[in-house]
């Protein structure tokens, strides 16, 4: 069963830190330790994630790490453009309303045009699904505040 709180995160050029951070202590067979705890075990369990927009950023940087990844896998791809079709055969590929309705999917990983974030991420966090947004998160203070508010 789904959290009734979403999880709303922004991305900056460490990206590739982040998912190599959590490929270093997760996978279901490798323990990782809390500092100051004493050897409590942390499971990390698989992700479904569901990526929309394949820009550079996300064709280069982040789909590779997340296929690479113990606890990250792609279910889902959003696009407009055809190059969806050709790229990763395996995942479903989808309109953008169909993945955020889409049960699979867990979690969404946007990487549109900037102007796009904010609609993209409230509509996400309003079907239920945990966002990785790429930054800026919005393009005014006031679509930040309405994202946080979801």
């Given at each position: ?70 606890i990250c896998k792609i279910t889902a791809l959003g696009s407009r ?32 045009p900037n102007a796009l974030h904010a609609e993209l991420a409230i509509?996400a966090m309003k079907h239920g699904k945990h966002v990785l947004c ?17």
């Amino acid at each position: 069963m789904r959290s009734s709180k979403c999880t709303l995160t922004t991305l900056s050029w460490v990206r590739l830190n982040y998912i190599k951070l959590i490929n270093a202590g997760g996978g279901e067979s490798r323990p990782s330790y809390c500092k100051g705890h004493k050897k409590r075990r942390i499971v990390m369990r698989t992700v479904n994630w569901g990526i929309i927009g394949l820009g550079l950023i996300s064709r280069d940087f982040m789909i590779p790490e997340m296929l690479h990844s113990d606890i990250c896998k792609i279910t889902a791809l959003g696009s407009r453009s055809k190059i969806a079709d050709d790229y990763l055969p395996e995942a479903k590929h989808l309109t953008y309303d169909e993945l955020f309705e889409d049960p699979d999917v867990e979690a969404v990983y946007i990487a549109v045009p900037n102007a796009l974030h904010a609609e993209l991420a409230i509509k996400a966090m309003k079907h239920g699904k945990h966002v990785l947004c790429e930054k800026p998160m919005a393009c005014t203070k006031e679509e930040g505040e309405l994202m946080a508010a979801v």
